[in-house]
């Protein structure tokens, strides 16, 4: 039968039309991927879909050249649905027409929950969807050879770590294996770093980030054909240029970005200031704010470098920052700034579980992924208040961007 067989390669992006999932999955598109996104919907928009895709075929059309293709899956990672949608996406010799059917070529997983005062209140429904979850997708990844898995970690799996305060964190400062903790520094030499344990987490939340990690370093210890990266995100803020795929989330935000950005939309009268006697700058918690668009840029590099890792490196740990430290009043004047009016604030106490400093080193990431970030906190603030998640782009909306990065 002359069936029309689908034989490019894609890349799988679960939870694709989140907030970093949306970025991601358009700067794979803008780089040549085909995508294949499974997202559920439970934290996401049908605009984004649609969004994306026009911001994919502007950026192509302005090259003449096709835009590659995006699928859209609405199913719940979990679902049993996923073998049969793998099955469509996987190496397999059609007998008929000897030809290879598409193949999925690497995976980024984004899909969990996300905030750390709702895993307080029901630890069960994280430990379901980020942990079990996580296992039982690779079983079935693992079932069809696909091997070349990118992770969304967080910085929150440093812990206690980050409470000694006041110097970038370092991978191996959080290490699962031994194995993984020779690690060859800039000159090749080899050094070792203390196995922390999961002490001083500060949420169920982290905890399933930090188990995560252990059960993909466990994977790869045990079958090191596994390429598994794990970026440790630090504080993600910002949208790409045109606004449409900024933060948008079902839940009232608590994130210093969007809380500030509701203040001068009048959402809301005034910051909270959590904290203003820590040992920094200006009294208020330092942390690394670091560019959606530079971090879903971070995992097309994490990508692409999987396969030319050794095998002891069968899982690595990637920190996603900018490697600079900003305070929370100097976010507030970045925000002022972009918004030119002026933010209420008041002061008041710390909240449960924040630490004062939260910085990354990046110099692995530099070396290993050839990647850095290249936009500022004023960029961030700018995009921050330019987002308009929930519209979808019509015709008109494409104004001369101002970045060449559009
Ligand atoms: C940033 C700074 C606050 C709100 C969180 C999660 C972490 C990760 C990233 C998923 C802190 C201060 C905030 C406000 C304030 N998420 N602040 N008033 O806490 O660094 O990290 O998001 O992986 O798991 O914990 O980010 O944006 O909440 O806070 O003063 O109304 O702004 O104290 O110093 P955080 P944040």
Redesign the pocket.
């Known amino acids: 039968a002359s069936q029309t067989l689908d034989t490019r390669d894609y890349i799988l992006v679960i939870g694709g039309l989140g907030f970093i999932g949306s970025h991601t999955t358009l700067e794979l598109l803008k780089e040549g991927y085909n995508v294949v996104v499974v997202d559920n919907m439970s934290n996401s928009y049908d605009s984004a879909f649609v969004n994306i895709q026009r911001l994919a075929k502007k950026h192509w059309a302005s090259k003449g050249v096709a835009c590659p293709r995006l699928r859209l899956h609405k199913i719940d990672y979990r679902s049993h649905m996923m073998r049969t949608i793998l099955g469509r996406y996987t190496v397999q010799d059609a007998v008929l027409s000897s030809i290879r059917l598409s193949h999925i070529t690497g995976v980024i997983h984004f899909a969990a929950y996300?905030s750390?005062e709702e895993s307080t209140q029901k630890p069960l429904d994280y430990y379901q969807n980020n942990l079990a979850g996580l296992i039982d997708l690779l079983v079935v990844l693992g079932d069809f050879g696909i091997q070349n898995f990118v992770f969304s970690s967080?910085?929150?799996v440093y812990g206690s770590v980050l409470s000694k305060g006041g110097k970038p964190v370092r991978e191996e400062q959080l290490i699962h294996h031994e194995a993984e903790a020779v690690s060859h520094d800039v000159d090749g030499q080899a050094t070792t770093a203390a196995v922390p344990g999961a002490t001083g987490l500060t949420?169920p939340?982290?905890r399933t980030?930090y188990f995560s990690e252990a059960v993909l370093a466990d994977v790869a210890l045990a079958d090191p054909t596994w390429r598994i990266t794990a970026l440790r995100?630090?504080?993600?803020v910002g949208c790409e240029p045109s606004g449409r795929l900024g933060e948008d989330p079902r839940q009232k935000p608590?994130?210093?970005?969007p809380?500030v950005s509701q203040v001068l939309k009048g959402d809301r009268p005034s910051?909270?200031?959590?904290?203003t006697d820590w040992d920094t700058r200006d009294g208020?918690?330092?942390?690394d704010y670091i560019h959606v668009v530079d971090l879903a840029r971070g995992h097309l590099a994490a990508l692409a470098a999987a396969g030319s890792r050794p095998a002891e490196h069968a899982f690595r740990a990637y920190n996603l920052g900018t490697g600079e430290g900003s305070t929370?009043a100097q976010?507030v004047s970045c925000m002022e700034k972009a918004a030119s009016r002026s933010v209420p604030v008041r002061q008041t106490w710390?909240?449960t579980?924040?630490v004062g400093f939260?910085v990354a080193a990046t110099e692995r990431a530099e070396r290993e992924l050839g990647w850095k970030t290249r936009l500022t906190l004023d960029d961030c603030a700018a995009d921050t208040w330019r987002s308009r998640p929930s519209q979808a782009l019509r015709a008109t909306d494409f104004t001369v961007s101002r970045r060449s990065d559009m």
Do not use: E, H
């Open positions: 996300k750390v967080s910085a929150t949420s939340y982290g980030k995100y630090f504080n993600p608590t994130n210093l970005f809380v910051l909270d200031i959590f904290g208020t918690a330092v942390r929370v976010v710390r909240r579980g924040d939260c």
